[in-house]
């Protein structure tokens, strides 16, 4: 017998951790923000308001220090 759902579970499920280290961050002004973190040098784009991504905390301070973005 065919065991592809039970390989489909452990797939998604692996997929679906969130990396160590990062934190989640929120815009709350109604303005587009894209930024470069500090340290790791990734970008960070907020589109609109109440949009959230998952930030490597290295990077979050510096990130909240901009205004209209807020650590969860």
Do not use: H, P
């Amino acid at each position: 017998m065919c065991n592809c759902n039970q390989q489909r579970s452990m797939y998604s499920a692996t997929n679906n951790q969130i990396e160590k280290g990062m934190v989640r961050v929120k815009l709350i002004k109604n303005e587009a923000v894209v930024l470069n973190g500090d340290f790791t040098g990734r970008t960070y784009i907020f589109r609109v308001i109440n949009d959230i991504n998952w930030v490597d905390k290295r990077d979050a301070m510096s990130l909240t220090e901009a205004q209209g973005l807020q650590l969860i």
